[in-house]
């Protein structure tokens, strides 16, 4: 019942910042900020879900059947999070040698460099570990009180079309610091093993499967605003963007 909770608790917090944190937005970027920083999410959704390959599935299942085991759990860690890291690094170097193909990103290094910042601390994130073995409430404290942190700092810090950079950048240090914290708290339960080559090789083959799956949720979803960007000018982006984030949030 509390990791329940917990999910509905996290759940909540996700859809209700963005709802608080739009018309603000959508006030001080105005229809193109807002566009570019849609672009941007989307862009980073992409990251994310590459990076977090499908280890969200894959590895719960594995955490939760060795969730007794120390030692087996400790293996975990380091073959999810070392395979992450070699993901994340892949598609950091892939994403700065797309870039010059992207016109809507000429001239906005800054607001890049922010998203894809952000995008690689919610993919290194420990929601996985935590699930599996039923330590929701802990992380659901954690990130919810960050979420909502950056929200405010949203609020006070983005003030002009210049400063959408900022909201990735508040967001990503968010997402790193639950990241960090999370595998501080999930390490002093288990034994710290390093991510030989075997282990981030396993990781990577017992996640391949769910990664198909995610690839087709995600396509549909967070995409939209990126492919969107692709074809037309980043003023349409933000107001499609912003309708369909109010939408899809007060439906979920």
Not at 4 to 12: D, E, G, K, P
Not at 49 to 70: C, D, N, W
Not at 204 to 215: P, T, Y
Request: hydrophobic letters at 55%; aromatic letters at 10%; one cysteine or more.
């Amino acid at each position: 019942t509390q990791n329940i909770a917990s999910l509905y608790v996290m759940q909540r917090v996700s859809y209700l910042v963005p709802v608080l944190t739009l018309p603000w937005l959508a006030r001080v970027l105005g229809p193109s900020g807002l566009g570019m920083l849609a672009f941007m999410q989307g862009f980073g959704s992409c990251v994310t879900l590459l990076v977090e390959y499908g280890f969200r599935f894959s590895a719960t299942q594995q955490a939760s059947i060795h969730r007794h085991s120390p030692q087996r759990l400790a293996e975990l860690i380091a073959g999810v999070q070392g395979g992450k890291v070699l993901l994340a690094a892949l598609v950091t170097a892939a994403s700065f040698l797309l870039m010059p193909w992207i016109p809507l990103l000429k001239g906005h290094q800054v607001l890049f460099a922010a998203g894809l910042f952000m995008s690689l601390g919610q993919a290194l994130g420990m929601i996985w570990y935590f699930l599996a073995v039923d330590r929701m409430p802990v992380l659901a404290a954690l990130e919810s009180s960050l979420r909502l942190v950056g929200a405010a700092a949203i609020l006070s810090l983005v003030r002009t079309p210049a400063d959408a950079w900022k909201v990735l950048a508040i967001q990503g240090a968010a997402a790193w610091l639950a990241a960090v914290v999370g595998l501080v708290i999930a390490l002093r339960a288990v034994p710290f093993c390093w991510p030989r080559p075997s282990l981030v090789r396993d990781a990577l083959s017992q996640g391949r499967s769910a990664l198909f799956f995610r690839i087709a949720e995600t396509s549909y979803t967070s995409c939209n605003a990126l492919l969107l960007g692709l074809f037309c000018p980043p003023g349409v982006v933000g107001l499609y963007a912003g309708a369909d984030k109010i939408a899809r949030n007060m439906l979920n």
